[in-house]
């Protein structure tokens, strides 16, 4: 299973940005799809996570500003960011878990991650 991911860029302080990620491959079923950064010189952290049934999970510092969404008939997740800040300024990654089938096997659990693509709020 691999991740594509798109709509990073720069963007002045207060702006918008809208990421993409497509998994594609023998997918059975996801379980669960979310969004991680890596700030420079800092670990990856959780951004967001949605679930299959439409569950949501944010992380404090970004609730109220970023919205997770999912496509599951495109095996698709986005995330909308408004009213960006500085501080947002990262690589960020998609992940997906789920289930997937192989020409020897039916079923097996997968967890990819997409490449990643930067973020910068920057004036």
């Known amino acids: 299973v691999q991740l594509q991911a798109s709509g990073g860029g720069l963007v002045q302080p207060g702006g918008s940005l809208r990421l993409s990620c497509e998994a594609s491959g023998s997918i059975l079923s996801i379980n669960v799809m979310g969004w991680y950064r890596q700030p420079p010189g800092k670990q990856r952290e959780l951004v967001a996570t949605?679930?299959?049934?439409?569950?949501?999970n944010y992380a404090g510092s970004v609730k109220g500003r970023f919205t997770i969404t999912a496509d599951n008939a495109k095996n698709t997740m986005y995330l909308q960011m408004n009213s960006l800040k500085p501080e947002d300024t990262a690589v960020y990654y998609c992940?997906?878990?789920?289930?997937?089938?192989?020409?020897?096997?039916?079923?097996?659990?997968?967890?990819?991650w997409g490449p990643g693509t930067q973020v910068t709020v920057s004036s």
């Open positions: 949605i679930t299959s049934n439409g569950s949501t």
């Open positions: 992940n997906v878990n789920g289930r997937y089938s192989g020409a020897l096997f039916a079923s097996k659990p997968f967890g990819s």
